[in-house]
């Protein structure tokens, strides 16, 4: 299995888990004390219609990747929506001072986005 194929599910599944399976669960991720994604949308003063977007964004462009699988020129595109989601979501921590590690998750995708876009140009 190639590479990128790999990193397509591996980002896709873990936004599709993050958004639709733990939506209402606490992990150690969440921004400043949230126990769920409405309550980390509240922690960084942003109001639920904006959290309905970005739900929206990236289960969309989650599945997207998936659809990238079929049809690669879909890829590019994504992977630079995607990424300005994931640098928005490492500067909502930043901006409630959260530790670095809760950035991490974000950080991690980016790097997977950046290398998607890398071999899609």
Not at 39 to 45: A, I, K
Request: net charge positive; aromatic share 8%.
């Amino acid at each position: 299995m190639d590479i990128l194929i790999i990193i397509n599910i591996l980002i896709s599944l873990t936004i599709l888990n993050v958004w639709i399976v733990r939506y209402n669960k606490k992990t150690q991720w969440r921004g400043g004390e949230a126990k769920s994604l409405m309550e980390e949308f509240h922690v960084y003063g942003l109001p639920h219609w904006f959290m309905l977007i970005i739900g929206f964004l990236k289960i969309s462009l989650a599945l997207l990747l998936i659809v990238g699988l079929w049809i690669p020129s879909v890829n590019l595109y994504t992977a630079c929506a995607m990424s300005v989601l994931m640098l928005g979501a490492i500067i909502m921590h930043l901006k409630v001072n959260d530790p670095i590690k809760k950035s991490l998750p974000a950080l991690s995708i980016l790097v997977l986005l950046i290398s998607l876009i890398s071999q899609s140009v």
